[in-house]
Nanobody
């Protein structure tokens, strides 16, 4: 059974930082492109960042503030979020998308991040 478990969210003041983790079980993330997406109430799901074996990609709204990384040995992907803004408030979801077989696509349950003073 595949599980992606996000952690590290919470309440932070504007300008603060958080690091999200996504720990995978049941798959080997080295075979997957990993990503973070977010969804705020009443809004569509939005790409935050993705990471393959050799490249990263970021949504325009987080470029220069967020950094995605992966530790294949720990089967974990991270999202370092700096200079957080109230508009970053959302549920953040981890995604694993197989690099060759696109039908292998998995999502975590989500982790709430709230940026507020």
């Amino acid at each position: 059974q595949v599980q992606l478990v996000e952690s590290g969210g919470g309440l932070v003041q504007p300008g603060g930082s958080l690091r999200l983790s996504c720990s995978a079980s049941g798959i080997t993330i080295a075979h997957y492109n990993m990503g973070w997406f977010r969804q705020a109430p009443g809004k569509q799901r939005e790409l935050v960042a993705t990471i393959s074996s050799n490249s990263t990609n970021y949504g325009d709204s987080v470029k220069g503030r967020f950094t995605i990384s992966r530790d294949n040995a720990k089967n974990t992907v991270y999202l370092q979020m700096n200079s957080l803004k109230p508009e970053d408030t959302a549920v953040y979801l981890c995604n694993a998308h197989h690099s060759l077989f696109s039908w292998f696509d998995y999502w975590g349950q989500g982790n709430q991040v709230t940026v507020s003073s």
